[in-house]
Structure formats: structure tokens, C-alpha cells
């Protein structure tokens, strides 16, 4: 997927909470979006590099690779058919509705992601920075699927934990650095707690309805489309997310690296230099291929 390039040096403005609305594109008739990236926060998506919210219904970029980040797929329940992911680690998966797959690229891998014919899903795109001590690791793979996922079903809600920790259940484990990814329906009127820990940051989504947001004295209110980045704090935060209308929101946890980097393309690098040398790689066919699967 195309991304500007971007050095996180250029973005050091200190704010506590950053609300940013989605930019829409669209590629064909087969695939529409909503695009989250880095540099609408003033840095407080770290170490996310972008979200795209998206629907697809037919193949629409093909093989690429990518290098010094990981790409996730968080694929929701109403997503329709079959998901396929071919990847250069010898990964040949049908993805259903509900379910996750992690790609830590490291050193660079290649991969082709498209619905099976007849499909629709709606989902989101994941680029996850790689501290650059990661950056040139063996690329690995996380395939979790939605029937092994912890539900949590409370008062007027239903949360779904993808990925890491919350409210004391345990759910997979990121193939990269630990995160945290809760997936969650809400009812009017109902609320949602969840603690972010200490030294962690938090992005939220709203995928539909409306939503209320509280985090200490920061307050929002996020309609679909939609997303509000919560910085570190030194203190565990407790997020309360209240129902403004029946609603589906998301939220995306990790530890922010602090650590500059250039990302081009699917790349995201220490350098420009290194950047360069992975387009230079990709062309050479050093990143991997599809062409055995």
C-alpha cells in the first residue's frame, strides 16, 4: 500500500491526546479506505506508522514487500468469505472473518493479501514500527484465529481481545514487541473500562456509532471514521468508553519506541540510506517472492 515518506524527527510537539479524522481513498472499485498515519499526530501513534481502515472486494496491489516494520491484518466479524495471504516465509492462509495475522517483515519479506472470489472484507491494515535493534531480524508470522481469541461479554458489552492482554485474561502474543488490540461492540448507553499500563500509549478507532471517551481529564467524542492517540503516561491510565449510541470501536496498546525513523513505501528504516538499500534489494529479488506457492 503507498505511503509518503516520513523522519520522525520532524515531529516533536507534546500533546496529551490527538484527535484526527480519517483521509479517504480509494483504488478501483475494489478496495475503499480510511487512512491514520503518523504524521497527523505530532508523534503520538508511536510505534504505530499507519492504520488503514478498509473494505476490499477484489485483488488490488498485488505481491510487495516490506522491511523494518511489521504488517497486521485485523480482519472484523462482519467481514464476508475468505481472506487469502500469501507471504515469502512459505505462509499460504485463508483468513476468516474475526481473525488476525502478523507479519514481522525484519530484514524484509513479500507478501500478497486479496479476497477469494465473491468475498468482502472489511478490516484493518496494520504497520507497526520495529525498534531498530529488530530492524534486520529473520521475518516471522502470527496467524490467530477468531475462534481462539478471549471474549469478554460485560453489561452492554462485547470485546473481543485480538491480541495481548486485558482485564487479567491472557490472549497470542505479537511475534514482535507485545501489544495490546481489543476489538468491541458497545450497546447505548453501556460503558467499557480498560487500563492501559504504565509507559504504554493508546490509539482508538471508531469503526461505528459514536462514541465518549474519558482518560483522567482528557475527554472525547469520536463518531466513525474517527480516532483519538493517547500518549504515554508515567501511571496506568484507565479509558472509559462510553456507548453515545450503539457502537464498534477498537483499540491498538503498545510501548512507544522513541527512536527516529525513515519509512518510504512499505519500508521503514534507521536511514535514508537504508531505505534505498531495501528498494535496492526488492528490485534484486533479495526480499523473498511468491513464485513457489
Avoid at 68 to 89: P, Q, R, T, Y
Wanted: zero cysteines; hydrophobic letters at 40%; charged letters at 20%.
Amino acid at each position: 500500500m503507498p505511503y509518503d515518506s516520513y523522519n520522525a524527527h520532524e515531529q516533536s510537539v507534546p500533546v496529551e491526546l490527538t484527535k484526527v479524522q480519517g483521509k479517504p481513498f480509494s483504488i478501483g472499485a475494489g478496495f475503499d479506505a480510511l487512512s491514520f498515519t503518523h504524521a497527523m499526530y505530532a508523534g503520538a501513534m508511536d510505534p504505530l506508522i499507519m492504520v488503514d481502515h478498509f473494505t476490499m472486494t477484489a485483488p488490488t496491489f498485488g505481491p510487495h514487500a516490506h522491511a523494518g516494520l511489521s504488517a497486521v491484518s485485523i480482519l472484523f466479524e462482519d467481514s464476508e468469505g475468505i481472506f487469502n495471504n500469501k507471504d515469502s516465509l512459505g505462509n499460504d492462509i485463508d483468513l476468516l472473518p474475526g481473525d488476525l495475522y502478523w507479519l514481522k517483515a525484519g530484514r524484509g519479506a513479500v507478501h500478497d493479501e486479496k479476497p477469494r472470489t465473491g468475498a468482502r472484507t472489511h478490516a484493518l491494515q496494520v504497520f507497526v514500527n520495529l525498534p531498530t535493534r529488530m530492524k534486520y531480524d529473520a521475518p516471522d508470522s502470527l496467524h490467530v484465529k477468531s475462534t481462539d481469541m478471549p471474549v469478554s461479554v460485560g453489561e452492554g458489552y462485547r470485546a473481543r481481545l485480538v491480541l495481548g492482554e486485558s482485564h487479567e485474561i491472557k490472549g497470542a502474543s505479537s511475534p514482535a514487541l507485545p501489544m495490546t488490540i481489543l476489538d468491541v461492540n458497545l450497546e447505548e448507553g453501556a460503558s467499557f473500562a480498560h487500563q492501559v499500563p504504565s509507559g504504554q500509549s493508546s490509539w482508538l478507532l471508531g469503526i461505528d456509532g459514536a462514541i465518549g471517551i474519558r482518560n483522567g481529564d482528557a475527554t472525547a467524542s469520536l463518531k466513525s471514521g474517527a480516532s483519538v492517540s493517547i500518549r504515554a503516561q508515567d501511571q496506568a491510565q484507565d479509558l472509559i468508553i462510553s456507548g453515545n449510541t450503539k457502537a464498534h470501536f477498537v483499540i491498538l496498546q503498545a510501548e512507544p519506541l522513541r527512536e527516529p525513523f525513515v519509512q518510504r513505501g512499505p519500508f521503514a528504516m534507521t536511514t535514508e540510506k537504508e531505505v534505498d538499500a531495501m528498494f535496492a534489494a526488492h528490485a534484486a529479488g533479495e526480499l523473498g517472492s511468491l513464485d513457489d506457492l
